[in-house]
């Protein structure tokens, strides 16, 4: 099988404590291209442990919300993965941890 030729762009220095791992290894599923964390914000409710949601269709792939604590992130994807397939991929990485 060949190897995924996805990367991971660090366009800030910081992230959601875990998230950076999280994101290797979509990297390395077969259909991911670019996976770009971005905006960082707090939100009200308290999320213990790390979870990451396929939020909505971007040109070219999809945008996801990683959340842990009181914090979020988005995280951009580039993938020519469906939804489904996406949301199936991100499951197995958190499910594995």
């Given at each position: 099988m060949a190897e995924a030729s996805g990367r991971?762009?660090?366009n800030h220095s910081t992230h959601l404590p875990g998230l950076i791992p999280v994101l290797e290894r979509l990297?390395?599923?077969?259909?991911?291209?670019?996976?770009?964390p971005?905006?960082?914000g707090?939100?009200?409710s308290n999320i213990p442990t790390l979870t990451l949601k396929v939020s909505v269709p971007i040109r070219g792939g999809f945008k996801l919300i990683a959340r842990k604590?009181?914090?979020?992130?988005?995280?951009?994807v580039l993938t020519q993965l469906s939804q489904a397939a996406l949301e199936e991929a991100v499951?197995?990485?958190?499910?594995k941890g």
């Open positions: 991971l762009v660090w990297t390395q599923q077969d259909g991911i291209g670019t996976v770009t971005a905006r960082i707090t939100t009200r604590g009181k914090t979020f992130q988005e995280v951009f499951g197995r990485i958190l499910r």
